[in-house]
């Protein structure tokens, strides 16, 4: 059984740019959602993809997108880069089971960008 | 008010001593109850889940959950310097995302 993997590990950009962050979800998991840590905070919820469509938000900018492909895996896009978007960025995978039981999430190893 | 609060720490015990790790929470409707390791630079790990009022034991862990008071705790017997590490709270209000607290540092003193 493999785990979440996510690339790139790390990465420096500069503010205004754009950024792409890929997702691999573990597998036997269909739901994959991507989370925001800045340093020293608990990790935040961006969004969450079931089935290919967004299945859930945060309290975040429409600049925050995402996509989620048949295989699963999913990318998150950042448009328009803020020096506040320096975090670790990470990305869980689960399996939905409707609205019962537990959301247990898997995490991955994060990519962390630098927005200078 | 945070939604859920987690004293910072840093929390300092002894080697073989008890760990205990204390969270809050404001969302009555809040239907599960996680907490997370994360060491520093890495990814966070779940340790264990609890749904229940009660205790939940898994091997030196048990989680503990009152929701009438809103209270969950974790505690870790015969800690370990391995145990030092930031351990998050987080909870699943039923909105398909976990919330976080900020997370408590531990470190266990050899």
């Known amino acids: 059984e493999t785990g979440v993997t996510q690339s790139p590990t790390h990465l420096i950009k500069t503010r205004g740019q754009q950024v792409t962050l890929r997702c691999s979800s573990q597998?036997?998991?269909?739901?994959v959602s991507w989370y925001q840590q800045a340093l020293g905070q608990g990790p935040q919820f961006i969004f969450q993809y079931y089935r290919e469509e967004e299945n859930g938000r945060g309290n975040f900018p429409p600049r925050f997108s995402g996509l989620q492909f048949p295989n699963y895996s999913s990318e998150l896009n950042v448009n328009a880069l803020e020096l506040d978007d320096s975090a670790l960025y990470l990305c869980?995978?689960?399996?939905?089971?409707?609205?019962?039981?537990?959301?247990?999430?898997?995490f991955g190893a994060g990519s962390r960008l630098t927005v200078l | 008010q945070k939604e859920v609060e987690q004293n910072s720490g840093p929390l300092s015990v002894p080697e073989g001593a008890i760990a205990s790790l204390n969270c809050t929470y404001s969302d009555r409707g809040s239907q599960s109850f996680f907490w997370y390791r994360q060491y520093s630079g890495k990814s966070p790990e779940l340790i264990m889940f609890i749904y229940s009022n009660g205790d939940k034991e898994d091997g030196r862990f048990t989680a503990q959950l009152n929701k009438a008071s809103q209270y969950v705790s974790l505690l870790i017997r015969d800690s370990q310097p391995s145990d030092s590490a930031t351990y998050l709270c987080a909870v699943d209000t039923g909105r398909r995302a976990l919330t976080f607290g900020s997370g408590t540092r531990l470190q266990v003193q050899p």
């Open positions: 597998s036997g998991h269909n739901t």
């Open positions: 869980a995978s689960s399996w939905d089971r409707g609205n019962s039981g537990a959301n247990v999430l898997t």
